[in-house]
């Protein structure tokens, strides 16, 4: 079974630009979930998806991040304009529950290190 | 809320030593998730352990072990006989058992084993 695929893996850019992120969850899996990894820090939920609905989106900063799934498959992050800030690893994980209950895993991807200048 | 801390950012021993990596975490759920992520080089997150707040038994698997204990809200993960490839990044994590799955991850402890 094929894992989550993140792309690009590296970025490098400066700041005020815009940059997306993309990511295609496990097949079937219904929720997925983008984190925001800063260095020495542990990840941290910006944004949650079930199916095409997002679910939690309360730390995301929606000045200039902005997040879709269009058809509860592939999603994109998007940060617009950039901050020195936002440098940090961007991890994309994705689950395969639809409904409140026992908890099922959530499986990660090798996520995109963005580095801004 | 939610929190959890991981008082160790970083640990280094020497191979075949027994390591033990400590978590506190705190909630006012009755419900919830405890969980131990592994974070090689590589950047990805390798999932190693999902423990619900009614089942306090330990659990070993292999050279892993975990003691979670409500009475002190901890959730420490012991290595034993570490191994170079032990060398890693380790989260612990927790989740409420009442969302779909949100995790509060803690800063995280940075394991060095030496050869």
């Known amino acids: 079974e094929a894992g989550v695929a993140q792309s690009p893996r590296y970025k490098i850019i400066e700041k005020r630009q815009s940059v997306a992120f993309w990511c295609n969850p496990i097949?079937?899996?219904?929720?997925l979930y983008w984190y925001q990894q800063i260095l020495g820090q542990g990840p941290k939920l910006l944004i949650q998806f079930q199916n095409n609905g997002v679910v939690d989106d309360s730390q995301l900063p929606k000045d200039r991040f902005s997040a879709e799934r269009l058809k509860g498959v592939d999603s994109t992050l998007k940060i617009q304009p950039a901050k020195l800030e936002d440098s940090a690893v961007y991890l994309c994980?994705?689950?395969?529950?639809?409904?409140?209950?026992?908890?099922?895993?959530?499986?990660f991807g090798p996520g995109t290190r963005l580095t801004v200048l | 809320a939610q929190k959890v801390t991981q008082a160790q950012t970083e640990i280094s021993v020497v191979e075949k030593e027994d390591v033990t990596l400590d978590c506190v975490y705190e909630?006012?759920?009755?419900?919830?998730?405890l969980f131990w992520y592994k974070q090689p080089p590589s950047g990805e997150l390798v999932f190693l352990i999902r423990?619900?707040?009614?089942?306090?038994q330990n659990e070993i698997s292999g050279r892993y072990s975990w003691n979670f204990q409500k009475s002190t809200s901890s959730f420490n993960f012991t290595i034993t006989a570490s191994q170079v490839v032990d060398s890693a990044v380790y989260f612990c994590a927790l989740t409420r058992g009442s969302t779909l799955g949100r995790l509060y991850f803690g800063r995280g402890t940075q394991l060095t084993v030496w050869p």
């Open positions: 097949s079937g899996h219904a929720t």
């Open positions: 994980a994705s689950s395969p529950q639809e409904t409140r209950g026992p908890y099922n895993e959530q499986f």
């Open positions: 909630t006012r759920d009755t419900t919830y998730y």
């Open positions: 423990r619900n707040s009614f089942d306090e």
